[in-house]
C-alpha cells in the first residue's frame, strides 16, 4: 500500500492548487482516503475525507476551509484530489493523504494506518 501526494506549490493568496493523491498496490476507491495538514510548531490537522464507494462515498471537510477546499476520486487514475481555492496564508501547511486501509470504510475511519509522504502548500505574496 502506498500514496503519493503531489501538486504543492507557492501561491499568492485568493489562489488555487489541486493536490493529488495517487495510489499503488490497492484501489482506493475501496477505502477511505483522508486529506491532513501541518504547519510549522502545529499539531496535524484533518481536513478533508472520503468515504469508500462501497460505503456511500461521501466527502467531509473542515469547517475552515468548507466552500473553499473540495475533494474527489478519479477511479480511472487511481488518484484522489483536493482542489483548494481562494488559499490563504493560514492554509500553508504540508499536506499529507493517509487511508486506514480497511476495505468498505467511511469517514471518519477509527485510525490511518498508510500515509504518504507530504507535500508543501506555502501561500504568500
Known amino acids: 500500500v502506498q500514496l503519493q501526494a503531489s501538486g504543492g506549490g507557492l501561491v499568492q493568496p485568493g489562489g488555487s492548487l489541486r493536490l493529488s493523491c495517487a495510489a499503488s498496490?490497492?484501489?482506493?476507491?475501496?477505502?477511505?482516503i483522508g486529506w491532513f495538514r501541518q504547519a510549522p510548531g502545529k499539531e496535524r490537522e484533518g481536513v478533508s475525507c472520503i468515504s469508500s464507494s462501497d460505503s456511500d462515498g461521501s466527502t467531509y471537510v473542515v469547517d475552515s476551509v468548507k466552500g473553499r477546499f473540495t475533494m474527489s476520486r478519479d477511479n480511472a487514475k487511481n488518484t484522489v484530489y483536493l482542489q483548494m481555492n481562494n488559499l490563504q496564508p493560514e492554509d500553508t501547511a504540508v499536506y499529507y493523504c493517509?487511508?486506514?486501509?480497511?476495505?468498505?470504510?467511511?469517514?471518519?475511519?477509527?485510525?490511518?494506518?498508510?500515509w504518504g509522504q507530504g507535500t508543501q502548500v506555502t501561500v504568500s505574496s
Open positions: 493517509a487511508t486506514d486501509g480497511r476495505p468498505g470504510s467511511s469517514c471518519p475511519p477509527i485510525r490511518y494506518n498508510y
Open positions: 498496490g490497492f484501489t482506493l476507491d475501496y477505502y477511505v
